[in-house]
Nanobody, 121 residues
Framework: QVQLQESGPGLVKPSQTLSLTCTVSGGSITTSYNAWSWIRQPPGKGLEWMGAIVYDGSPYYSPSLKSRTSISRDTSKNQFSLQLSSVTTEDTAVYYC?????????????WGQGKQVTGSS
């Protein structure tokens, strides 16, 4: 059973960088065809896919967030991370990490519990 858990600061000041880490257990982030994704949900709004890093280390980003988003991984720790720069109050959301299969859109097999992050001074 694959489990994912988000961690990182819950409060980020405007203009600073949001950094979250997803720790994966029960499976390897390098296993073929896995895509490790970041998804967020602002208050009162729907889910928004932010990006993913696939099993070979290649990152992919939502066009609307690409300029501010960086996704990386640490294979020795079986972790992948999200960095979102130039944060504003509109970036306030619950942030989820999730597992999908590379090449398949909009289908996620495992989710973390979510991490509330607030962009505020």
């Amino acid at each position: 059973q694959v489990q994912l858990q988000e961690s990182g600061p819950g409060l980020v000041k405007p203009s600073q960088t949001l950094s979250l880490t997803c720790t994966v257990s029960g499976g390897s982030i390098t296993t073929s065809y896995n895509a490790w994704s970041w998804i967020r949900q602002p208050p009162g709004k729907g889910l928004e896919w932010m990006g993913a890093i696939v099993y070979d280390g290649s990152p992919y980003y939502s066009p609307s967030l690409k300029s501010r988003t960086s996704i990386s991984r640490d294979t020795s720790k079986n972790q992948f991370s999200l960095q979102l720069s130039s944060v504003t109050t509109e970036d306030t959301a619950v942030y989820y990490c999730a597992r999908a299969l590379a090449g398949r859109s909009g289908v996620y097999d495992d989710w973390g519990q979510g991490k509330q992050v607030t962009g505020s001074s």
